[in-house]
């Protein structure tokens, strides 16, 4: 989302940038577009993404100040932080 609030870009480009597969970078985007966070712009046979609102970028700051507050408490969780044993947080077990 970073990326996109510079500008439009395409799925190729991000690819190449964050060097994940394309079926990963895809599939984020589609998540992203279908939750109404990014829109896409259909150029020939490129589709170009940006944000679909600007305020996004307030919001993803506000989360990184979060998370270098609170990052190490995360990563320590014994239930979802790294390396713990603990169940996954899904759709299942989150209702």
Same mark, same amino acid.
């Given at each position: 989302?970073?990326?996109?609030?510079?500008?439009?870009?395409?799925?190729?480009? %991000?690819?190449?940038?964050?060097? $994940?597969?394309?079926? *990963?970078?895809? =599939?984020?985007?589609? &998540?992203?577009?279908?939750?109404?966070?990014?829109?896409?712009?259909?150029?020939?046979?490129?589709?170009?993404?940006?944000?679909?609102?600007?305020?996004?970028?307030?919001? %993803?700051?506000?989360?990184?100040? $979060?998370?270098?507050? *609170?990052?190490? =408490?995360?990563?320590? &969780?014994?239930?979802?932080?790294?390396?713990?044993?603990?169940?996954?947080?899904?759709?299942?077990?989150?209702?």
């Amino acid at each position: 989302m970073k990326r996109m609030a510079g500008g439009e870009v395409r799925v190729g480009d %991000l690819t190449a940038e964050l060097g $994940l597969a394309q079926s *990963t970078v895809s =599939a984020h985007v589609a &998540c992203l577009r279908d939750c109404g966070l990014v829109e896409g712009r259909v150029q020939g046979r490129s589709v170009y993404y940006s944000l679909s609102r600007p305020e996004l970028m307030d919001m %993803l700051a506000q989360a990184e100040v $979060l998370l270098a507050a *609170t990052g190490n =408490a995360v990563s320590l &969780c014994p239930n979802y932080g790294t390396g713990s044993t603990g169940a996954a947080l899904t759709k299942e077990n989150a209702q």
